[in-house]
């Protein structure tokens, strides 16, 4: 009797989740549209996997912080964590807690500084950020032409938090490409962070258009401060026909001002599918599976021609 109860109670705790595994999950910041659509991607990921539970904490753009959390969940045991990195200059004492206590670890979005170094164990689940800001650029070179500017046309860059590898390359691209001879007619007049703000790129836009100097594009590296350059260029009364106005991500929101008329170029990052390939990573690596330390699921350039293809 005793050997049957404890068949049975061994069977309800499988049943009810109890061995299930636990991965522990640092995010940057929540506060970020970006990065909740990847946290809703893996959210909608877990759901359909049997057995895997999730504990996701908002590192608030803390390095510090971040570091505390991973180390909370070595301590607690998960079987895995994966990790948006607030800074990516300081994801090696990250990699280095993760790989002494033998739990295996996934990066997700922002791409480690140790990447090349990265223990057995680890990986790194992203989309190529050399694609983003290229295929944005060279749209936004292309418009640029069309628009009959190739005998000279001026820019601005909205950066990025510059901790950030996503925002160096982008900002790289950007002006690799307007070094390329197609498109060297292309002036950048100034280039500043608005650490990925809309609220920010606003208030830089509007401080760049009272300088008076004419320019043509505006260049973001993310869809948020792109819209919020779009904002300060409609306050000032500019006509969105005048201005190629350029991000990355296709948010919901870039979509829609991109209906509008307003915003001309953005690139697809797949947030959601990051999300659930971190995941999918994380489970490989818990299994003792081989995984390539570097898992890129593609960007895709959208424009008002195929915007169609990214509406739901």
């Not at 991000?247 to 919901?252: C, P």
């Amino acid at each position: 009797m005793k050997k049957l109860l404890m068949t049975g109670a061994l069977a309800a705790l499988m049943t009810t989740g109890a061995f299930a595994q636990q991965i522990g999950v640092s995010v940057a910041r929540f506060d970020d549209n970006g990065l909740t659509v990847m946290r809703n991607g893996m959210a909608e990921h877990e759901a359909k996997l049997d057995g895997v539970s999730l504990q996701v904490e908002d590192a608030t753009d803390d390095v510090a912080k971040q570091l505390d959390q991973i180390n909370n969940f070595i301590a607690s045991g998960v079987d895995a964590i994966i990790v948006n990195a607030v800074d990516t200059n300081a994801t090696e004492a990250m990699s280095n807690a993760a790989a002494s206590a033998g739990v295996p670890l996934v990066y997700v979005n922002r791409q480690p500084i140790n990447m090349d170094t990265l223990p057995d164990g680890q990986a790194f689940v992203a989309s190529n950020e050399i694609e983003s800001g290229t295929l944005a650029a060279f749209r936004m070179c292309q418009d640029l032409r069309a628009q009959g500017k190739s005998g000279g046309a001026r820019a601005y860059m909205l950066m990025g938090q510059l901790s950030n590898q996503a925002a160096v390359q982008r900002s790289k691209d950007f002006e690799d490409v307007i070094g390329m001879d197609m498109c060297n007619f292309i002036e950048l007049i100034d280039k500043q962070t608005a650490n990925w703000s809309r609220d920010e790129a606003n208030d830089l836009m509007t401080n760049w258009i009272s300088s008076g100097e004419p320019f043509d594009a505006v260049f973001g590296n993310n869809d948020e401060m792109a819209l919020g350059a779009i904002q300060a260029l409609k306050s000032a009364g500019i006509s969105m026909d005048d201005v190629v106005v350029g991000g990355v991500d296709a948010t919901s929101d870039a979509l829609l001002s991109m209906q509008a008329g307003e915003m001309d170029v953005t690139v697809f990052q797949d947030l959601a599918g990051q999300g659930a390939g971190s995941i999918d990573t994380a489970l490989a690596l818990i299994n003792g599976e081989e995984v390539d330390k570097t898992v890129f699921i593609p960007f895709k350039l959208v424009t008002p021609e195929n915007i169609g293809d990214f509406l739901q």
